[in-house]
Structure formats: structure tokens, C-alpha cells
């Protein structure tokens, strides 16, 4: 009697501040791509997700280190961590959910996450590679806190409430519990921080007593309550509104409530106040637009409305340079390519070397996305297949790229760097339960990642244990797997399914007891959505 496995080849293919909601809907294979004549490009990559199938980024730090929430498989979004094509779960504080929101370029990340009283707090992640552990930052007397920005000092701002229930905007310098400051409301009600420079300027958003929203800003959060004053935005005929980001430079940037309700994004140097320059950025030809971030550089991203109300991911190069109405709001929809399966929704954080992160759809999904600059159209024609392959069996992994640059690629084997293997392709000599994984890999330019994509490797094998017979699958934890089988080959074979699993740990074993007499039997492992 034998016994025969088949080894099939199967491709497979936050809550945010109370204070503003923006309601949006919650392996990059691109053929034959349009690319509009245009000065700039970007490549656009999908980030992946934790398992469930929406995601968002809220931050990237200047070594492409980019934080979010990302949901799981069992339906709850997790805060991630991507660097380098390694997707890290920063997990929760007992709760359901959490959000990372901030990072500096230690990879230092702070953001909010839910207790198992379910209550949120915010929370610092110093070594997320390492150790992904978050610390209780605490509150302000009251239950609920959330943590938005963490600059190169350490230091950490973000909203809190206090004794009596209010919310009011903190800032912290040190870790140790009671050292949350309270920045106070500006005269106000509730406040939030979501932003602090590496001089101690912090901006936010403070509710006052009429139930105008107004942008505030503390030149030096060091001095507390008594350095948090509201911004000054006449001079754009605005009567309130909320700032989301000041870069080192002072310069702010934000959305502002016109005359007649609606908010337009607008950037600010030296805060607004004082007579600054104040600049309406104005919309994408609808009613609303914010902007969230600002780089030294003076490029501005955020999200703006279409006139039929969708909302589009823009940026402004040279924004504060463009007084007059000179600075031209672009649809970064218009510098992807045109049939690239993206709508890009929002953006959220830009780097100094322009890069970009934010979310939008894709496939009737919320995805996270990055945006790197290219010099001219660079797009992933085909990423790696996933396999399944016997013992000792050899693998080559390719990527394909369509560039007319030059590009570096590093392969990881679950998440982490597979040391040489920096080309195209990715040969495994002989398969083992070692080398079995989520292999991943990353092509670069000169400024960062265009293309990531990832494919699962798995090996099917088999053992007698006297006339038991015992298959092994190696896979990726949380792989799901069908094992069929037949008691003959050829064209009429009829494959029957024994058993579904999804794979714990590295590896699952499945055993079958065939009929005493029979000839032969043969089993397949198929991989499942």
C-alpha cells in the first residue's frame, strides 16, 4: 500500500478626539498602468492589515517607521507598527481596541488603547520591535485619556480627563504616574493636544463657552495652563476651527470654521497669532477641508471634499510659500496611477522626504497606505505566490518590478531580515519546518518603499505511526488549510474533504486511519481565505 501527498501550489491572491469624526468607511498587483504627464510621481503601497480587513495610518518618522491601527481577525483594530516591510501588533491593555497615533524618530509611539474595564488610556511603546509593551501614561483624575504626539525629547502630549469629567489637553515630560500636566481649556470648556514640536510648542483644539471650537497653541508647554492661548484666525474671515500639527519651524497647521459653518484647512506660520500669515487652503471643489500634517519643508496633507462630497487625500507643496491664493491644493488620487484599485481618502502624516500615509479604499475595503516619490512611474507587476511544498524541496520567491530606477530589495522570513537575500528573487534550497513562513519582501528607491508585498510558504509532509498516518503542516500561525483526499489520480479524480483548520502556533498535524486493504491514498493540502 501507498500512501501519496500532493502538494498543491495554490495562489492566493480609533477612535479619534470627540471633538471631530470624520465618517469614512471602514498585495499590490498592478498590469498595464497609466501614468498622466506629470512632474511628480508616487508609488503607492498597501500596508496590509492584521488579519481583519480595514486599517489606517495616522504617522511616519524620517526612518519610514509608520503607526495605526489595524484591524484583527477577530473584528477589534489593533495599534501596528510598520518598519521595513514588518507589520508588529502593538496589542491592547486588556481591552478590545487601541490606536498609535504619534512617532519620533527613536520609533518611540504613544496613542490609546482600551483596558478590560474598556475604559481608554494613553499609552507610550518605547521598543515596539523588541518588546512591543505598552505603559499606562494615566489621566488627569478621570477615567479616560488618549495620547496623539510624542516629540525627539520624549515629551507627550494628548487629551485626558480630569476629576470632574471634562476633557482637557495634557503634556508630560517624564513617565512616572502623576507627572501629566494639565494645559487647561484657554478659557474654555474641553481641549485637546495633538501635536508638540521638539521646542515644546503644543497645538490643539479647545471648545469654549459658546460651543465655538477655537485652534489653540502654547508657545512652551513647560509653563502649563497658563502658556495655552487661542490662535487668532480673522485675518482668514474664520471664527474658529482646531490646529493639528506645528513642525519645528512653528508653523501650523489645521482647519478653520468659515463664515458660513463650513471648515477649510488652512497653515499658519508662527502659529496665527500676532498678525502671522494665515493661509486658506481652500477644497478640491466641495465644502470641507482639513489639514493634519506639516513638515519643515512647508508640504501640507490632509483631507478635502469633492464636489459631489467625496472626500480625497491632498497635498500642498510650498504652503505657506503660496500667499495670494498661489498655494494650489492637488488630489494625490491624480499622482497615483489611474487604475491602481486605490481611492485615496485621507492623509495623515508626511516625513521630510515627502513621503506620505493616511487611508483610503481599495477593493471595498479601508486600507492603509504609504506614498513614496518616484522620478518616474515604478509599479509591481506580479509580488510572490504562496506555496505549498514537500520536504526538501526547492523554492525560488520573485518580485517583478516595472522601474526606471534603480531598486534594493530585502526579504523577510516572519518579519524578520533574511540575512543576503537583498535581490529580486529569494531561493530557499531545501524546504524544511525551519525555513516554512510568512516571507515578505520590500523593494526600495533612494528615498524609501514602492512596492511590499508578502506570500505564506508552507510544507506539507507525512509519517506512519504504525497504521496511523500522520500529515504535518508548517504555515504561518492563523494560515487556514483544507486537507483533501482521493484514493486515485487522474483525470476523473474526486478529491474529499477530510478536514478545515487554521494553523496554531507553527505547525498543525492531522492524522487518518485509511481502510485496511486499500492500494493507495493520496492527500493534498489546500490553503483557504
Not at 75 to 103: C, I, K
Request: charged share 10%.
Amino acid at each position: 500500500m501507498r500512501f501519496v501527498n500532493q502538494i498543491d501550489q495554490i495562489a492566493v491572491s480609533r477612535p479619534a478626539s470627540p471633538f471631530l469624526r470624520w465618517n469614512l468607511a471602514a498585495a499590490l498587483v498592478l498590469f498595464g498602468l497609466c501614468w498622466p504627464a506629470r512632474g511628480q510621481f508616487y508609488a503607492v503601497t498597501d500596508l496590509g492589515t492584521l488579519g481583519g480587513a480595514n486599517g489606517m495610518a495616522y504617522g511616519i518618522n524620517n526612518h519610514e517607521q509608520i503607526v495605526g491601527a489595524m484591524q484583527t481577525g477577530l473584528g477589534g483594530y489593533h495599534a501596528f507598527m510598520f518598519d521595513g516591510g514588518r507589520m508588529v501588533d502593538l496589542g491592547t491593555m486588556g481591552g478590545s481596541n487601541s490606536w498609535a497615533y504619534g512617532v519620533n524618530d527613536s520609533g518611540w509611539m504613544v496613542g490609546g488603547a482600551q483596558m478590560a474595564s474598556t475604559n481608554m488610556r494613553a499609552f507610550l511603546c518605547a521598543n515596539a520591535l523588541m518588546n512591543p509593551a505598552m505603559m499606562d501614561l494615566g489621566a488627569l483624575g478621570g477615567s479616560n485619556s488618549a495620547a496623539w504626539m510624542i516629540n525627539m525629547r520624549g515629551d507627550i502630549v494628548g487629551w485626558a480627563l480630569t476629576t470632574n469629567g471634562s476633557q482637557h489637553a495634557f503634556f508630560m515630560t517624564n513617565f512616572a504616574a502623576g507627572d501629566m500636566m494639565d494645559l487647561g481649556t484657554s478659557g474654555g470648556t474641553n481641549s485637546a493636544a495633538y501635536c508638540i514640536n521638539s521646542n515644546r510648542m503644543v497645538v490643539g483644539g479647545a471648545m469654549m463657552s459658546n460651543g465655538v471650537m477655537e485652534p489653540i497653541m502654547s508657545t512652551n508647554a513647560l509653563f502649563g495652563s497658563s502658556s495655552m492661548m487661542a490662535m487668532g484666525m480673522g485675518s482668514m474671515g474664520a471664527s474658529g476651527g482646531q490646529s493639528w500639527y506645528v513642525n519645528d519651524m512653528g508653523d501650523t497647521a489645521g482647519q478653520a470654521m468659515m463664515s458660513g459653518g463650513n471648515f477649510h484647512a488652512f497653515v499658519s506660520s508662527g502659529g496665527g497669532m500676532m498678525g502671522q500669515t494665515v493661509v486658506d487652503l481652500g477644497t478640491l471643489g466641495g465644502t470641507n477641508s482639513a489639514a493634519y500634517c506639516l513638515n519643515n519643508a512647508g508640504t501640507a496633507v490632509g483631507m478635502a471634499q469633492l464636489a459631489a462630497g467625496m472626500p480625497h487625500a491632498f497635498m500642498v507643496t510650498n504652503a505657506l510659500g503660496g500667499m495670494g491664493g498661489m498655494a494650489r491644493m492637488t488630489d494625490l488620487n491624480n499622482l497615483i496611477p489611474t487604475n491602481s484599485g486605490w481611492e485615496l481618502m485621507v492623509a495623515r502624516g508626511v516625513n521630510a522626504a515627502d513621503q506620505i500615509v493616511g487611508w483610503g479604499m481599495r477593493a471595498g475595503h479601508t486600507n492603509a497606505f504609504l506614498l513614496t516619490p518616484v522620478s518616474a512611474p515604478v509599479t509591481m507587476v506580479a509580488g510572490p505566490s504562496p506555496r505549498v511544498v514537500g520536504p526538501g524541496t526547492s523554492v525560488t520567491l520573485g518580485m517583478q518590478m516595472s522601474a526606471s530606477e534603480p531598486l534594493t530589495y530585502q526579504w523577510l522570513l516572519n518579519g524578520m531580515p533574511i540575512e543576503g537575500a537583498t535581490n529580486a528573487t529569494c531561493t530557499l534550497s531545501g524546504m524544511s519546518l525551519a525555513n516554512a513562513g510568512q516571507y515578505t519582501v520590500t523593494a526600495k528607491n533612494v528615498v524609501g518603499t514602492v512596492a511590499n508585498s508578502s506570500a505564506a510558504v508552507s510544507m506539507f509532509s507525512m509519517q506512519f505511526t504504525g497504521v496511523t498516518l500522520r500529515l504535518t503542516l508548517a504555515a504561518p500561525a492563523g494560515s487556514h488549510f483544507r486537507i483533501d483526499y482521493s484514493d486515485m489520480l487522474g483525470g476523473a479524480v474526486n478529491w474529499l474533504a477530510m478536514t478545515n483548520f487554521t494553523v496554531m502556533g507553527s505547525m498543525t498535524q492531522v492524522s487518518d486511519t485509511p481502510p485496511q486493504g486499500l492500494r493507495a491514498r493520496f492527500y493534498r493540502a489546500v490553503m483557504v481565505p
